[in-house]
């Protein structure tokens, strides 16, 4: 499956690039979040808890950055498992200036999911993606746009 | 008095059902031992993987659960791989690599079933995924992703098979006047019976003895494999017991050994402790062993008159990540070559190449005698494809190519020699019974009007009873089936038998070959099977052969203790054995009807008053080798609307004649066959297993793979005929799946009819909304 979209963020593109690059502010950000463990700049695992329709279960992410041209384009892959449940995600960021002030972020996401999730869940993958990346830009909004950041 | 007996043709009551509807049936799960352990099974989310390690101690840190058992501890024990009953070997657990979805993985033993759960969502499994491949013609290309690393053959193809005249049916195609070809997919389904497999291990660390209570169709055929398989480990045959408890369906998918069984056994030898496992609903569909799935492009040679001269079949056969199906061992494509069908071809020639998938392994035979189901739809669903390119009526068609009455016993061009038919007679019984005449004429007016009408016909003959054991075995062990009857002072019996029912009424219709035989009352006739203790040896109850094989068996044992006891009636009438003769269910002193011996009588004196010089006792035993298959057969006609606005097809009727031969219980048969048609309807427009091209299974719950229930399934109508086997000690053919093989074609061939009009000529199975819709658009004529 494939996800993609565009998202403006009233902040400086250095700004908008350091968070979420940085895997201690970008996965305040991520649902539900249990653990963090970050072994070097360029990998990290992460625990969470999601869910799909009636499946839901912890997932143990080993996340990686495959590209990271400061301060534009970025690739990272994640592959994680819960019981049952496999995920590979292999995500791509660009970054561009609208102006000052305004960063335009590009982002495209190639997800494959296998076992029970897929199985049970596969026709309420889209709605249950969709949820969790509105809950995650909304929130990458808020903490970028604040006045003071938080 | 033929009614108080309850012989053969009387329509008894079902002696199990008292305990069945009053939920007095005792399954697997409902054994509970002191002691009892509970396994689970953590199982891949991948299709194709390497495992990089496992960590188990996550799941060894939550109190109650006692071991975690991985391939790499198998190894020490010889068991991480176990033989399949094709030649092949199939994993029990993986040592590094996964081969399909739902695999099992790890095995949890625990106090108790939620803890050994939630020790199996503790295992930490560290996968790396590997390509797939799910398509078994893509898996035959060369460069194919190798799903058997441990073979040394380096490629996925299994076996090649086949049989008839290739030269001459090549010719026979070249000079033809009419060829006619049709690829079809005869989709991968399961047989999705209502209780999943399990089994209750209890092993005796003091007497060395094993007891397994399991769902097995062929416990006698288990218990061997048991000692073979583990022999090596101390577990000898006669201390092997296997018991088949009461068992809620089985239709082929409890033939096969699960990894889940070999697993339960050793946990229990292990521990010492009882051990339970039963599979949930989805391990059931996502890893036990699957049916059909065959690949067919078949062709048929013809005169302009429609008449049939040879047919051409190529098939590649998906066996998922094992050949682990249940096939007898001399055909790895079952009896697929009963193909030819109810026509006598001159010239055949039928291949069948198997390949490995990263998919489930098996390739059973589900409620089919191995693989007849697919036969048996693609010629029903060739003739209607030529019916359509002659522009001739499908029945007439039929009529003008039938084996006639008179050509029996009729060898067919691959080899078979079918016993008895007279498939004329059974399909003008269906014509007159739906009003063929007059539906056609409506389907024409409704046509005119731009309504979707179909009416399809299937004139199936199927093969049944194996079988002879100059041709049947598995493993070795030669398809004979057993019974053994004794006949208590008290003029009550006990027969015990090698096969095992799974619902099918074995306690009645086998109750009344007895009475039938010796003339005791069906009430006083107990059956009972599937404890390998004390029934005699058999290899089970599939493949429609309980009744062809140890009926047979049954009848002649019956006739065994018959001859004894005319020489006992002779001796309490005071006449010569040569004066005696059985006649209204007693011995009579010929010409004085008044001078007779009933059973009972002759029951007694066997144990108080027996002739000087006999053995004592009242007991019989035969081992029946029958001397042929049986052909069942059938005509079946289906009418069918189509909703051109959602494109869902209505069965609107559904006239099935049936001919099994001689009936023992028009009842069950009745039963048998309304259960048949359900489950022949079930793939021609709802069931599927389809997978992505990761190898994630779509269908693995019963929310993505639709069981018709009451609210889809029409009103069966049922006919017979009866044309009796000549072979066969009371000349039944068997009738458990004549309706599965059957129903498919007719259900097809009625929608394809609908549409033809169209230029449609074939849709594969299942005809979902989806697909008839996706035509009614392409064609315009979508509302």
Redesign the interface.
Same mark, same amino acid.
């Given at each position: 499956m494939r996800f993609e979209g565009t998202l403006d963020i009233a902040a400086p593109r250095d700004r908008v690039w350091s968070f979420l690059t940085d895997p201690t502010q970008v996965t305040t950000c991520a649902p539900d979040v249990q653990s963090l463990d970050v072994s070097d700049p360029h990998h990290f695992k992460v625990v969470v808890r999601a869910g799909v329709g009636p499946i839901k279960g912890t997932f143990s992410m080993n996340v990686q950055f495959l590209e990271l041209e400061r301060p534009k384009h970025a690739a990272v892959l994640a592959r994680g498992q819960a019981p049952g449940s496999a995920v590979q995600m292999v995500s791509n960021m660009d970054l561009s200036e609208f102006d000052d002030t305004h960063t335009v972020m590009e982002w495209s996401s190639e997800v494959t999911v296998s076992g029970m999730i897929q199985q049970v869940g596969a026709r309420l993958m889209q709605g249950a993606a969709d949820k969790i990346t509105q809950q995650l830009f909304a929130c990458i909004k808020t903490k970028l746009e604040a006045s003071v950041p938080i | 008095m033929a009614v108080e007996i309850g012989g053969i043709g009387q329509s008894v009551k079902r002696k199990e059902d008292a305990r069945f509807i009053r939920g007095r049936g005792n399954y697997v799960d409902d054994v509970k031992l002191p002691g009892m352990l509970y396994l689970d099974i =953590?199982? %891949? &989310?991948?299709?194709h993987a390497r495992i990089k390690s496992i960590d188990t101690s996550k799941a060894l840190a939550i109190p109650g659960v006692l071991a975690v058992i991985t391939g790499k501890d198998l190894v020490p024990l010889k068991l991480e791989w176990m033989p399949t009953l094709m030649s092949d070997r199939q994993m029990v657990l993986p040592t590094d690599t996964v081969l399909y979805?739902a695999q099992e993985v790890a095995a949890v033993v625990a106090t108790e079933r939620y803890i050994a759960a939630d020790g199996?969502? =503790?295992?930490?499994?560290d996968?790396e &995924?590997l390509p797939v491949v799910v398509d078994p013609i893509k898996a035959l290309q060369p460069g194919a992703t190798l799903v058997r690393e441990d073979r040394e053959q380096k490629d996925n193809h299994i076996w090649h098979w086949e049989v008839g005249d290739k030269a001459g049916t090549d010719k026979a195609f070249k000079d033809a006047e009419v060829v006619v070809k049709q690829d079809i997919y005869i989709p991968r389904i399961h047989v999705s019976s209502i209780e999943t497999c399990g089994m209750v291990a209890s092993f005796d660390k003091i007497n060395g003895k094993l007891t397994v209570w399991m769902t097995t169709q062929a416990p006698h055929a288990i218990r061997t494999v048991i000692a073979l398989v583990a022999g090596h480990l101390g577990l000898s045959e006669e201390r092997i017991r296997v018991i088949s408890p009461d068992i809620g369906g089985g239709f082929g998918g409890k033939v096969p050994v699960y990894p889940g069984y070999v697993l339960a056994i050793g946990a229990s030898v292990l521990t010492g402790h009882p051990v339970k496992w039963i599979e949930d609903r %989805?391990e059931n569909i996502?890893a036990d062993s699957f049916a059909r799935d065959y690949h067919i492009t078949a062709e048929l040679a013809a005169k302009k008159d429609g008449t049939m001269q040879a047919l051409r079949v190529k098939t590649v056969a998906d066996h998922g990540a094992f050949d682990a199906a249940a096939n007898p061992s001399k055909y790895p494509a079952g009896l697929f070559h009963i193909i030819t069908g109810s026509y006598p071809f001159a010239k055949s020639f039928v291949e069948v190449d198997g390949a490995y998938t990263n998919k489930p392994p098996g390739g059973i035979a589900y409620r089919c005698s191995f693989r007849v189901t697919e036969a048996a739809f693609t010629i029903e669903r060739l003739v209607d494809v030529l019916a359509l390119e002659i522009k001739k009526d499908p029945a007439e068609l039929r009529m003008q190519n039938f084996i006639p009455p008179t050509a029996f016993p009729y060898t067919s061009s691959l080899g078979w020699e079918y016993d008895s038919g007279d498939y004329g007679r059974a399909l003008k019984l269906a014509m007159d019974k739906i009003g063929y005449a007059e539906l056609r004429k409506e389907q024409a007016a409704k046509r005119a009007k731009g309504e979707l009408m179909g009416i399809g016909i299937s004139s199936f003959t199927e093969i049944v009873g194996a079988g002879p054991s100059k041709h049947f075995d598995i493993l070795g062990i030669k398809m004979f089936d057993s019974c053994e009857i004794r006949v208590h002072p008290t003029g009550k019996a006990m027969v015990r038998l090698g096969v095992k029912s799974q619902g099918q009424g074995h306690e009645t219709t086998f109750a009344q070959i007895v009475a039938e035989e010796l003339g005791l009352p069906v009430g006083d006739i107990a059956v009972e099977e599937g404890d390998t203790d004390t029934a005699p040896y058999g290899l089970g109850t599939y493949a429609s052969r309980s009744t062809p094989v140890a009926g047979g068996a049954t009848a002649i044992a019956a006739r065994k203790i018959r001859e004894k006891a005319k020489l006992i009636a002779a001796h309490l009438l005071e006449a010569s054995p040569d004066d005696i003769e059985w006649k209204d269910y007693k011995f009579q002193v010929k010409g004085v009807p008044a001078k007779s011996k009933t059973m009972q009588e002759v029951a007694f004196a066997a144990y108080t008053n027996h002739p000087q010089g006999m053995e004592a006792g009242l007991e019989a035993v035969d081992y029946y080798d029958p001397p042929n298959l049986t052909f069942p057969f059938g005509s079946y006609i289906c009418v069918v609307d189509i909703d051109r606005g959602t494109g869902e097809v209505k069965v609107r009727r559904f006239v099935a004649v049936d001919d099994c031969g001689t009936i023992i219980n028009p009842m069950i048969v009745e039963g048998q066959i309304h259960g048949g048609l359900t489950m022949g309807l079930a793939p021609a427009l709802y069931e599927q297993i389809n997978y992505?091209d990761? +190898?994630?299974?779509?269908g +693995?719950?019963f929310?993505?793979y639709l069981l018709p229930t009451a609210m889809e399934t029409p009103n069966w109508e049922t006919a017979k005929t009866t044309t009796p086997s000549p072979h066969h000690p009371i000349g039944a053919k068997g009738v458990g799946e004549s309706a599965t093989v059957g129903a498919p074609a007719a259900i097809a061939n009625a929608v394809v009819d609908a549409l033809a009009h169209l230029g449609v000529r074939h849709i594969d199975i299942p005809i979902t909304p989806w697909k008839v819709q996706k035509i009614l658009k392409e064609k315009g004529v979508a509302e």
């Open positions: - | =953590a199982r %891949s &989310p991948y299709a979805q199996v969502a =503790a295992i930490e499994v996968y &995924p %989805s996502q992505d990761d +190898g994630n299974i779509q +693995g719950n929310m993505d």
